[in-house]
Nanobody, 115 residues
């Protein structure tokens, strides 16, 4: 079974940057949407950003600070996070949906913003 493998999380000071990456362990045919979600302790999982072949969407709380991109040749999605704030602390999950509507999730990578 194909799994999504995330990397790039860690501890960073406020105002710092991190870049998350996510790629499948095997082949996924017909990728439609690629995205990132996050879940902070005691809160529900929420959308951070998503990207299709035509459209990119961001949650209001990351606009101007985070950038999502994808490499279709590698089936990889990235999340460049700049100007990080303590409230960005969460587990970040990668998400891929194919044209059949099948959804894949990563195992999550911890991002901690603290001085």
């Amino acid at each position: 079974q194909v799994q999504l493998v995330e990397s790039g999380g860690g501890l960073v000071q406020p105002g710092g940057s991190l870049r998350l990456s996510c790629a499948p362990s095997g082949s996924i045919v017909g990728i439609d949407v690629m995205g990132w979600y996050r879940q902070a302790p005691g809160k529900q999982r929420e959308l951070v950003a998503r990207i299709t072949s035509r459209v990119t969407n961001y949650a209001d709380f990351v606009k101007g600070r985070f950038t999502i991109s994808r490499d279709n040749a590698k089936n990889t999605v990235y999340l460049q996070m700049n100007s990080l704030k303590p409230e960005d602390t969460a587990v970040y999950y990668c998400n891929i949906e194919d044209y059949r509507g099948f959804v894949y999730w990563g195992q999550g990578t911890q991002v901690t913003v603290s001085s």
